[in-house]
């Protein structure tokens, strides 16, 4: 499995959409930074993922996602790839029975698969929109991401980059 956390929040997100001829489209902005953060965890040959919407991205919530991986799939055994987050190598950190930590090179967020995963939830579900609370955004995330979830041939297409595929032939 592949891990990662992604930002998501008030900040405006615009960009070019369709509209009649002789139309302008309007998009409200706006400039809140209030953020909420997921936590997921993709298998890209099968599709299976996992996530957590969690107010901070730090030591207890990395374990509290660790444990919800380990939770949702108990009698599995993962190689959990991530990069190095502050988190991610803490003191603190503790990783579950049935679950082994490696890292990714550093600087390499294009190894990532999970990356795919934001730039797909972004697109569909938070650009030109307008939030009226943090609430509304932890909804959109959570559909996003329970989209993922329902659909392992989606989480494939858009994880399963050549290399990996290679890998687990």
Not at 48 to 69: K, Q, W, Y
Not at 82 to 94: C, I, N, Q, R, T
Not at 129 to 140: G, I, N, P, Q, R
Request: glycine share 6%.
């Amino acid at each position: 499995m592949f891990q990662d956390e992604g930002r998501f929040g008030r900040l405006s997100d615009g960009r070019a959409c369709w509209a009649p001829k002789g139309v302008r489209p309007e998009v409200r902005e706006q400039q809140v930074r209030e953020y909420v953060y997921a936590f997921s965890a993709v298998a890209p040959t099968d599709g299976r993922c996992v996530s957590l919407i969690l107010p901070r991205a730090d030591t207890h919530g990395m374990n509290l996602f660790l444990e919800c991986v380990a939770d949702t799939y108990p009698k599995d055994r993962f190689l959990m790839f991530m990069d190095k987050a502050g988190w991610h190598v803490a003191k603190g950190l503790k990783a579950p029975k049935n679950i082994v930590l490696d890292h990714l090179p550093p600087y390499s967020p294009q190894c990532n698969p999970v990356e795919q995963l934001w730039k797909w939830s972004r697109t569909n579900w938070f650009h030109n929109l307008y939030f009226k609370s943090l609430t509304e955004v932890e909804d959109a995330l959570e559909k996003a991401l329970l989209t993922l979830s329902a659909f392992p041939p989606l989480v494939q297409s858009l994880c399963g980059f050549p290399w990996i595929r290679a890998l687990s032939s």
